[in-house]
């Protein structure tokens, strides 16, 4: 069952409940679970007798629909009234059963959720497809244009290990950092793609599309920074004001944002050294810091040691050779024109020595021929290559796509490896129980919030801190320290903020080509506004058991 379908469904039952009142004598903590991990471990297990709020000892019978509406009546009515029903959403004094009531909300929402998606409900979901930003038709497309580094080139994770490593010997033999810091290995799943870095505080931190930081993401060397520190460093806010962000191509004075994969290594010596002087208490200048470390990871790039790794050993550096070997034979068979731009050298990026691939490259106009240097202005003046009829790949957000979408026209393609990862996240049963019944107990409390009195409070303070824990969990299934790369608690990242607006289509490898025919049409979802979402979804994520939340929501606005 599709996610979409499971929503459905759940719209339909709760129209068909009502909005039901709790009977009189019901323990105002009966049947409820204490920790959100007890409640996912009953649902992994696909026991039903103990789901929340499954009945069992502890849970009464439910009254006659046409009992809780009387009883509604006289709990708002007033005695001796016009019989005018009136709404309010403000309630100081709460009726004897208030907490009972809320409890029973709190538990058939989470019943609901949990029968109504079952195991494997996101199993749809896959690596190999390709995403739409845009509408793009491949059959109006008869230029393909790639960079080589993570587009045409998928490199294994064992690259990063090497280059953080040559890096952090540079640091010590050549810059004479402490030999200690050598004693760091690397961490391969600290960092994440798309983390700014501030570089006069030393703090490496996951920011989102509205430039505030995400709570509990913020890391001094590998520790991470208490919330309230962070709040004292930046103003008594999360928000980082657009001067002093990482400006629109990512390296801004005081904040840069991290945007390719090779930047990973990079956050990750930045994070070790920042911790080796702050827990030996050695002063330094943060500065200074981030300049030397930037500058040891590019000597590794500029003396050539990591071009002459993989070259040494393709087979363990370069993932998925023959698929992408396959596409670009398929698209050069079907008459479309390649070409290659890159700051990789010339010996590192010959794709066929038998020259069965014919490229053309900056500058060109004779086909097969290898051009250095120039620029994107005389490359566009003598090719005369402009507007949809090209599609360029690239890892890049910033240096590979950002300029040939909005000034040239170019359709855009973004190669995020990431995918990979965040799709099985995503189709895990796990994941989509957690983020549902987040968004209910999110609707539960948005919707119920009118109930003031302190027994009530009690009660929003207990799902507030429930509602806490599911974000963290939701969180450390993509990575411990910062998540997803694309989401932060509710809204989208800076990365996917950039990535949407500067790639046509995304996808996890160039591969996923071989999945398309050159004809097909990508068309992206319509994804609905705040204020057109579909009914069903506005109920989910209100809580709303039979009165819709607009109807409610249009007397307080």
């Known amino acids: 069952m599709a996610l979409k379908t499971a929503g ?9 409940r009502g909005n039901r009142t709790p009977p009189l004598g019901r323990s105002p903590r009966a049947n409820r679970f204490s920790s959100t991990c007890r409640a996912l471990g009953a649902a992994e297990q696909g026991d039903k007798s103990d789901a929340p709020g499954q009945s069992g000892e502890g849970e009464p019978p439910h009254k006659s629909p046409s009992a809780d509406k009387k ?54 979901l896959n690596s190999t497809v390709i995403y739409a930003n845009n509408e793009v038709n491949l059959s109006e497309v008869d230029i393909y244009g790639f960079d080589y580094d993570y587009t045409l080139a998928q490199y294994s994770s064992t690259l990063n290990t090497l280059i953080y490593n040559t890096a952090r010997s540079f640091l010590v033999e050549h810059f ?7 004693k760091y290995d690397y961490i391969p799943n600290f960092a994440v793609r798309g983390l700014h870095y501030d570089i006069q505080k030393g703090l490496l931190m996951k920011i989102d599309a509205f430039h505030y930081i995400e709570p509990g993401t913020v890391y001094r060397g590998l520790s991470p920074v208490p919330d309230e520190e962070v709040l004292q460093l930046y103003g008594g806010t999360f928000h980082v004001p657009l001067q002093q962000d990482s400006g629109f191509y990512g390296k801004g004075p005081k904040v840069k ?27 330094y200048d943060p500065v200074h810091l981030f300049k030397d470390v930037s500058e040891a990871i590019g000597m590794v790039h500029l003396k050539g040691f990591m071009y002459k790794w993989v070259m040494q050993d393709l087979d363990k550096f370069i993932l998925r050779a023959k698929e992408t070997d396959s596409v670009l034979h398929r ?6 024109k390649l070409f290659l731009i890159t700051n990789s050298p010339f010996s590192f990026v010959r794709l066929d020595g038998n020259g069965d691939l014919q490229w053309e490259k900056i500058n060109s106009l004779d086909k097969g021929q290898i051009y250095k240097q120039g620029n994107l202005f005389d490359f566009l ?10 599609l360029y790949f690239g890892d890049h957000l910033y240096s590979d ?78 990575n411990p320290q910062f998540g997803s790369i694309f989401r932060t608690c509710h809204n989208p990242t800076y990365f996917s903020r950039r990535l949407s607006r500067f790639s046509d289509i995304y996808m996890a490898s160039l591969s996923c080509l071989l999945n398309y025919d050159l004809s097909y049409t990508f068309y992206p979802r319509r994804t609905p506004l705040q204020h057109e979402a579909p009914l069903w979804m506005d109920q989910l994520c209100t809580g709303c058991m039979k009165t819709p939340h607009l109807e409610d929501m249009s007397h307080i606005r």
Not at 8 to 16: D, F, H, I, P
Not at 381 to 390: C, D, E, I, M, Q
Not at 417 to 428: C, F, I, R
């Open 401 to 478: 796509l950002a300029d040939l979408m909005l000034r040239h026209g170019w359709r855009t393609a973004a190669i995020v490896p990431e995918l990979d990862h965040e799709t099985k996240v995503v189709s895990a049963h796990q994941y989509a129980v957690t983020l549902t019944w987040l968004q209910a107990l999110t609707g539960l409390m948005e919707r119920l919030q009118v109930h003031r009195d302190p027994r009530s409070k009690k009660v929003f303070d207990e799902w507030q801190k429930e509602r806490e824990e599911l974000r963290v969990m939701t969180k450390n299934l993509f």
């Open 381 to 390: 003046r003598l090719t005369g290559w402009r507007g949809s009829k090209v």
């Open 176 to 182: 004479k950092y402490p030999k200690d810091i050598g």
């Open 8 to 16: 459905t469904a759940l719209s339909r039952t709760l129209w068909a």
């Open 71 to 124: 009883r509604l009546k006289e709990a708002v009515g007033a005695p001796g009234g016009t019989g005018v029903r009136r709404r309010s959403f403000t309630s100081n004094a709460a009726p004897m059963d208030q907490t009972s009531y809320l409890w029973t909300r709190y538990n058939d929402m989470k019943r609901l959720v949990y029968d109504l998606i079952p195991p494997g409900a996101c199993k749809s």
């Open 331 to 336: 698209l050069v068979g079907h008459g479309k």
């Open 257 to 283: 944002q991290f945007m390719d994969i090779f930047s990973i290594p990079e956050m990750t010596l930045l994070a070790v050294a920042n911790d080796f002087f702050n827990t030996n208490d050695i002063d």
